[in-house]
């Protein structure tokens, strides 16, 4: 197994994902995996796509990236009208460079990957672009919806779309990363991840998140400090973004 970082839910937030991309060549993990949302929400559409093209193995589409193609159906209004931004940001030009390649690369990107003994999603095994696991799907009343979610792949599954680290296991638990030790194994038996979100956590940590694993199957989740009052600026310093998107990244909401 190689060792690699997976990113998620960059959320057109440059500086957080610059930060990073930083942290990771620090620490020299092999290949670089994004579990999607690439955009939407954010300032900074154009370079997070040209970077995660440039630096990424692999990127999977996320709910908002298919939103860009297929409408923001069930989106709140400011998620919609930053998908509409977005749209206009992404849509290809003759006049803007590069825009045709960043809207291929979009509109092809996979639903889901195998990598080592995981199944790759950014939303869930079952509905990769827009099921949300989050900490109290544990005690959904039906059990039998929770254990499905075990029954599509082998060993781990890791997914973002929530924006909340962690680890959800079949005995109906999920452990936030704030409870987990800086280096951990995963005991034997099936395990959903959530790597957490690069661009926008909504674990009450501001710091950007991403989730490495080495070659004996150690995992870490990685806590990045980055410039967020530039983000912000930038989220209000533009009309079609609801400023209330810059207000919740300073506390991780």
């Known amino acids: 197994m190689k060792s690699a970082a997976f990113i998620s839910d960059i959320h057109s937030n440059l500086e957080a994902l610059k930060a990073v991309l930083a942290d990771i060549d620090r620490l020299g993990y092999e290949e670089i995996l994004c579990l999607g949302d690439v955009v939407g929400y954010g300032p900074d559409p154009r370079p997070c796509v040209d970077l995660?093209?440039?630096?990424?193995?692999?990127?999977?589409?996320?709910?908002?990236?298919?939103?860009l193609f297929?409408?923001?159906?069930?989106?709140?209004?400011?998620?919609?009208?930053?998908?509409?931004?977005?749209?206009?940001?992404?849509?290809?030009?003759?006049?803007?460079?590069?825009?045709?390649?960043?809207?291929?690369?979009?509109?092809?990107?996979?639903?889901?990957?195998?990598?080592?003994?995981?199944?790759?999603?950014?939303?869930?095994?079952?509905?990769?672009?827009?099921?949300?696991?989050?900490p109290h799907s544990v005690d959904w009343p039906d059990p039998s919806s929770y254990d499905e979610l075990f029954t599509y792949f082998e060993r781990g599954c890791l997914v973002g779309h929530t924006h909340?680290?962690?680890?959800?296991?079949?005995?109906?638990?999920?452990?936030?990363?704030?409870?987990?030790?800086?280096?951990?194994?995963?005991?034997?038996?099936k395990f959903i991840m959530n790597v957490g979100s690069v661009g926008q956590p909504r674990d009450q940590d501001w710091r950007a998140c991403y989730l490495s694993v080495e070659g004996d199957g150690l995992f870490r989740f990685h806590r990045v400090e980055y410039a967020v009052e530039v983000t912000q600026r930038k989220i209000r310093a533009t009309t079609a973004l609801d400023n209330r998107l810059a207000d919740r990244l300073s506390g991780g909401l």
Do not use: M
């Not at 995660?52 to 939103?67: I, M």
């Not at 962690?166 to 030790?181: S, T």
């Open 164 to 189: 909340i680290p962690g680890i959800f296991k079949p005995e109906r638990r999920f452990v936030p990363q704030a409870e987990l030790a800086d280096a951990f194994h995963v005991d034997e038996g």
């Open 52 to 67: 995660v093209r440039k630096r990424c193995r692999l990127s999977l589409l996320g709910n908002h990236d298919e939103a």
């Open 70 to 134: 297929k409408g923001a159906w069930g989106f709140n209004k400011l998620a919609r009208g930053a998908v509409d931004w977005t749209r206009k940001q992404l849509r290809p030009q003759w006049l803007r460079a590069g825009s045709r390649q960043r809207w291929r690369f979009l509109r092809d990107l996979p639903l889901q990957f195998e990598w080592s003994d995981f199944l790759l999603v950014h939303g869930s095994p079952r509905e990769p672009t827009t099921e949300y696991i989050l």
